[in-house]
C-alpha cells in the first residue's frame, strides 16, 4: 500500500490562504478519485492568529509534502523550522486576498492542479 499524503500549505497567520489551499486541494483530490484514506491535507500559519493553527517542528516532521504560499513563508520555514530548501514548494501566491475570495478560490484551483499527482 502506497504511503499516506500528508499534505500540508502555510501562510503567514493560517486566516485565508493556507487554509482556502487546503479545502480547495482536498476536494481537488477527490474530484481526481483519490479516496480519502489516502491523504490528509492541513494548513497551518508561521505567525498564526489566535485560534488558528501555528507551524510547529511536528508539524514539519509530519508532513510529506509541503507548500509555502509565498516566498518569505518559504524562507521563515527553512529558517525557523530547518525545513530543507528542496522539499518547500512556494506557490508564489500574494497575500491580498480576504477570507473565502472567489478569485483565491478560483487562482489555488489553477495553481494546485498540477500538484494533485505530484506523487
Same mark, same amino acid.
Given at each position: 500500500?502506497?504511503?499516506?499524503?500528508?499534505?500540508? *500549505?502555510?501562510?503567514?497567520?493560517?486566516?485565508?490562504?493556507?487554509?482556502?489551499?487546503?479545502?480547495? *486541494?482536498?476536494?481537488?483530490?477527490?474530484?481526481?478519485?483519490?479516496?480519502?484514506?489516502? *491523504?490528509?491535507?492541513?494548513?497551518?500559519?508561521?505567525?498564526?492568529?489566535?485560534?488558528?493553527?501555528?507551524?510547529?517542528?511536528?508539524?514539519?516532521?509530519?508532513?510529506?509534502?509541503?507548500?509555502?504560499?509565498?516566498?518569505?513563508?518559504?524562507?521563515?520555514?527553512?529558517?525557523?523550522?530547518?525545513?530543507?530548501?528542496?522539499?518547500?514548494?512556494?506557490?508564489?501566491?500574494?497575500?491580498?486576498?480576504?477570507?473565502?475570495?472567489?478569485?483565491?478560490?478560483?487562482?489555488?484551483?489553477?495553481?494546485?492542479?498540477?500538484?494533485?499527482?505530484?506523487?
Amino acid at each position: 500500500m502506497a504511503e499516506q499524503r500528508r499534505v500540508l *500549505f502555510v501562510c503567514e497567520g493560517n486566516m485565508s490562504r493556507s487554509p482556502n489551499a487546503a479545502r480547495v *486541494f482536498r476536494d481537488l483530490l477527490i474530484e481526481a478519485g483519490y479516496d480519502q484514506k489516502s *491523504f490528509e491535507v492541513r494548513s497551518a500559519g508561521t505567525n498564526a492568529w489566535a485560534g488558528r493553527t501555528q507551524m510547529t517542528r511536528e508539524l514539519g516532521d509530519w508532513t510529506n509534502e509541503i507548500y509555502a504560499m509565498d516566498g518569505m513563508v518559504a524562507l521563515a520555514l527553512q529558517r525557523a523550522y530547518g525545513l530543507p530548501e528542496e522539499s518547500v514548494v512556494n506557490l508564489q501566491v500574494p497575500d491580498i486576498y480576504t477570507v473565502d475570495d472567489p478569485v483565491l478560490e478560483r487562482l489555488l484551483r489553477n495553481v494546485l492542479l498540477r500538484y494533485v499527482n505530484r506523487i
